[in-house]
């Protein structure tokens, strides 16, 4: 069952969700730059200890890159879900499949009304009347009147219209709303494997520098 709400996704579209996710995307991109600067600088530090220093580094390095590209396709992707979602919506604050069955029933109701009031307008009734000759006569009439009749019916129809719009909507809905889901679920699918691979990365022992045996693992 799906339930869409208009300002649920304008919230969203302006709550710093995505834009923390660009920020996290530029942020990484500084680190990149100073990681990648100290690792490649032509004045490099020598010595087996550097050199494993800066391959892990480099390890960490790749992983705020994955990180970069998760975050701005995590950002795309909510930003495109949401909007599809939205236009969908148009005109309607909210949408519910679980409310079908009862605009569908409301749906019955109305049609019916409509039937009942067209035929409310070929009925008719007999009066009886005193003629100019001061007999009494008996004639035909319509029993309701038809200028209220027909404006009840335009209403009614009016409704049925909003109504038939509804449900052909929301008969809908199930199917924009997987689409969007698909989206942000091909996003997150990566996140996991993403999270296993900076587990993986072990930090380097720590170095204590003593004079007489140089750098040791600690």
Not at 98 to 110: A, F, G, S
Request: aromatic residues 8%; contains cysteine.
């Amino acid at each position: 069952m799906a339930k869409v709400y208009l300002d649920e996704i304008d919230t969203i579209l302006g709550s710093s969700t995505c834009s923390g996710l660009t920020a996290d995307s530029t942020e990484g991109k500084d680190i990149h730059s100073t990681l990648d600067s100290f690792c490649n600088a032509w004045f490099r530090l020598r010595g087996d200890q550097w050199d494993k220093s800066r391959e892990k580094l480099k390890q960490y390095d790749e992983a705020m890159q994955k990180r970069m590209e998760l975050a701005t396709k995590l950002s795309s992707a909510i930003n495109e879900a949401l909007k599809i979602l939205k236009e969908y919506l148009g005109e309607d604050l909210m949408l519910d499949t679980e409310q079908l069955p009862e605009y569908q029933k409301q749906r019955t109701i109305c049609q019916n009304s409509i039937d009942t009031l067209n035929s409310m307008l070929n009925q008719t009734e007999e009066y009886t009347y005193t003629g100019a000759d001061g007999k009494t006569y008996t004639g035909t009439r319509a029993r309701y009147d038809s200028a209220t009749i027909r404006a009840q019916i335009t209403e009614a129809e009016n409704t049925l219209r909003e109504l038939d719009r509804l449900i052909k909507k929301i008969e809908g809905l199930d199917e924009v709303y997987a689409k969007a889901e698909g989206i942000l679920k091909e996003a997150f699918a990566d996140i996991e494997p993403f999270k296993s691979a900076v587990a993986a990365i072990k930090p380097s022992g720590i170095y204590k520098y003593q004079p007489s045996l140089g750098a040791t693992a600690t």
